[in-house]
């Protein structure tokens, strides 16, 4: 209560069993899987970076293929024109084959364009036996002599060349996306050609030159595709996980402080029941030469009397045992509370006795009483004797809260779960820095006391099923709310 704002006096502090380095090795197990989550996904995204560029080399691998059987296809087709449209009809009209004459150019021309103008072709030239380009898109080239090394001597020898040129600087070439990609194709132009290669009679060389540019660009867009899907999906997954992992440290953080705080309970709770036993065996020890020593003091004080009238040393020893034996009784009741005999009692009635009790105290320290009592109350299953005294110390720490005098405000209401009741105070209240301690044993801030009171208070109450709360008011003062069933839980 109120009175708690004195002096501070702190019998025993908190014992804090919690090892930190047991929660750290009970975290183990989690860290281990938090790092091997992470690991995991770094693996599978590197893994899938890598796939998607095997994939991307396959792609072009079988691009390359596709147009290779393309380009075969077309030169066959082209071949078979040449020598069907133009070799035979140019023979039996020339004579002779002269690429020079306008009339054969225009008809060569005629025949390859027509051939090719629905296939994907940049460039076509063609090589008499000489190395010399006889006819090509760009007549500028007719009459120069290239010289494709292998290639052409392949062709001669009935075989098809490729050649994949790609243009670009080193990193255009390694991601896969330069500048130009084009596919040069050299075989022979046969007076009749099977489908493979091998010509009765090679009458010159034919190659063609094929842009994959965009081909290799529609590859590599998929890559990126590819890549960023992944990428995205693997921070949709790292922020679950983060998510995920968060959650879990948060829900280990709270069973360890809620393990410390059992272990604190725990600790208390034994410690309290040791210090219980042996206060309620020396209790029991002190009290029979307790009440020698008051007897004895009670029968000097009358004999006292007779002989010296002013001698106080009488009365002051059967004062102070009467003090030790109330300290004795407060430790039986706390350290062995007692079961309560369930009776239908009435509140009401329990706190006017309280309050009759009190009547002259309170007159005298110029206390007054408001009662704010809800009419047609019910009864409730409890101990009037055991409630008698929890009320009366709760009183008597509002009275104590107030040594000039004041205001103690006493409610009673009914609710759905049984009866509610406020005792009020306008003391100075109860500073918040001690205010968690209230509760603990032996903690008091009186002169004289033993801490006990408010943990008698509670054992009272909570025998009963019910619960307390010491709170301060938005004014001054010091509310205690107490809630009682109608019947034990």
């Not at 292998?150 to 896969?176: I, M, P």
């Amino acid at each position: 209560m109120s009175a708690l704002s004195g002096r501070p006096i702190i019998v025993q502090p908190h014992m804090t069993l919690a090892n930190p380095q047991i929660s750290s090795e009970r975290a183990k197990p989690f860290r281990l899987v938090k790092y091997f989550t992470f690991t995991s996904i770094i693996v599978i995204f590197l893994g899938t970076i890598i796939l998607s560029i095997l994939n991307t080399h396959w792609a072009r691998t079988m691009q390359r293929e596709k147009s290779e059987e393309y380009a075969l296809l077309m030169l066959e087709n082209l071949n078979h024109q040449i020598f069907l449209r133009f070799i035979i009809p140019v023979a039996f009209e020339y004579g002779r084959i002269q690429l020079r004459n306008k009339d054969q150019f225009e008809l060569m021309d005629k025949v390859v364009r027509a051939t090719l103008h629905s296939f994907n072709v940049e460039m076509v030239n063609i090589y008499d036996l000489n190395n010399i380009i006889s006819y090509s898109f760009k007549q500028e080239l007719i009459g120069i002599k290239q010289d494709w090394g292998a290639g052409y001597k392949n062709a001669l020898s009935g075989k098809t060349t490729f050649h994949l040129n790609q243009r670009g600087n080193f990193w255009e070439n390694v991601l896969g996306i330069p500048k130009e990609v084009k596919l040069v194709t050299i075989a022979p132009l046969s007076a009749e050609r099977r489908l493979y290669g091998i010509s009765d009679q090679v009458l010159g060389v034919l190659e063609i030159t094929q842009d994959l540019t965009e081909e290799y660009k529609t590859i590599f867009k998929f890559q990126i595709f590819v890549v960023m899907t992944s990428t995205l999906v693997m921070c949709l997954l790292l922020l679950i996980l983060i998510l995920v992992v968060k959650r879990g440290e948060n829900i280990i953080h709270q069973r360890a402080l809620e393990r410390r705080k059992l272990e604190e309970q725990l600790s208390r709770a034994e410690r309290l029941s040791s210090m219980g036993e042996m206060a309620a065996g020396i209790s029991h020890e002190i009290r029979n030469p307790l009440g020698i020593i008051r007897s004895s003091a009670e029968l000097l004080k009358k004999k006292m009397a007779a002989i010296d009238p002013s001698n106080t040393v009488p009365s002051i020893i059967v004062e102070e045992t009467e003090r030790l034996n109330n300290i004795i009784t407060d430790f039986i009741n706390y350290a062995k509370p007692k079961s309560p005999n369930l009776t239908p009692s009435r509140i009401e009635e329990i706190i006017e006795k309280n309050l009759t009790f009190l009547d002259t105290q309170l007159s005298e320290k110029k206390h007054r009483v408001s009662r704010d009592f809800e009419k047609n109350l019910p009864e409730v299953m409890a101990d009037s004797a055991m409630l008698y005294q929890a009320f009366l110390n709760i009183l008597i720490n509002c009275m104590q809260a107030m040594p000039e005098g004041g205001k103690i405000r006493v409610a009673l209401r009914a609710n759905q779960n049984g009866i509610v009741i406020n005792f009020d105070d306008e003391g100075e209240g109860i500073p918040e820095e001690i205010m968690e301690k209230i509760w603990e044993p032996f903690f008091t801030t009186k002169e004289k006391g033993t801490g006990l009171g408010l943990g008698i208070v509670k054992n009272i109450i909570e025998s009963h099923g019910g619960h307390i709360q010491i709170y301060n008011k938005p004014e001054p003062g010091v509310r205690v709310t107490i809630e009682l069933p109608l019947s034990k839980r």
